[in-house]
């Protein structure tokens, strides 16, 4: 309350002289979180994207920064908001490892902005995105995909390694019914080329052909 009232009484010049790095903090930490956003969005590789957890990145650069900015000034406090923050437990679980190394960005900038390391926020922000880049101009090309297929009579298999010569597949699981069996493949689809499922479709024991995108990993 004092402090409040300390501020109150201040003329306009003193007013804008504290809150000018604040609200140089908080709008860049603004920006990068937006960037961040944006990023997250062109990069998602996944199955389902999510849109409260790409705006929860943005937020939470903003947050980030208020709270270094809170805990900067003050010992006692800093030490206050540690133990508060110790005590808070986060259920939502993270999937894809992809989305820690964006929360560890979107954590890391506010920090750095916080600590009015802008030009270290942003430096790391241009490494991160032209890394994203170069590491996603090499997959935009070949996604992994499960084809599951449906057949009756005798194993298919020799077929299927036929038309699928050239690609890259593994077996991940192979059901057997008493009147058909379900085949599962992990495969390797290059520049959306699916021509091979009319292939297997018109198999003579083929009942059904269907193609997943499948986001875990592929060992080579």
């Known amino acids: ?55 929860s990145l943005a937020i939470l650069t ?33 999937k894809d490892p992809a989305d820690i190394v964006f929360l560890f960005w979107a954590i890391g900038t506010g920090i750095a902005v916080g600590a009015k390391s802008h030009y270290l926020a942003l430096v790391a922000s241009v490494v991160v995105i032209l890394m994203l880049y170069t590491i ?32 890259k597949f593994q077996t991940k699981s192979k059901t057997v019914r008493k009147d058909s069996v379900e085949l599962a493949l992990e495969i390797e689809v290059k520049n959306n080329n699916t021509a091979f499922l009319d292939a297997i479709r018109d198999l003579p024991t083929v009942k059904d052909v269907s193609l997943i995108q499948y986001a875990g990993e592929y060992n080579n």
């Open 62 to 94: 903003i947050l980030t920064t208020m709270i270094t900015l809170a805990i900067s000034t003050n010992i006692a406090l800093s030490l206050g908001m540690v133990g508060a923050l110790s005590i808070v437990r986060y259920r939502t679980a993270i």
């Open 136 to 167: 996603g101009r090499k997959a935009t090309n070949r996604e992994i995909y499960i084809l599951i297929v449906h057949y009756v009579g005798d194993d298919i298999v020799g077929e299927l390694r036929q038309i699928l010569r050239g690609k």
């Open 1 to 55: 309350m004092e402090n409040i009232l300390n501020f109150l009484q201040m003329d306009f010049a003193a007013a804008v002289t504290v809150l000018a790095p604040v609200i140089l903090a908080l709008a860049s930490s603004f920006g990068f979180g937006i960037i961040i956003y944006y990023v997250y969005q062109k990069s998602f590789r996944g199955v389902v994207y999510n849109q409260s957890f790409s705006v």
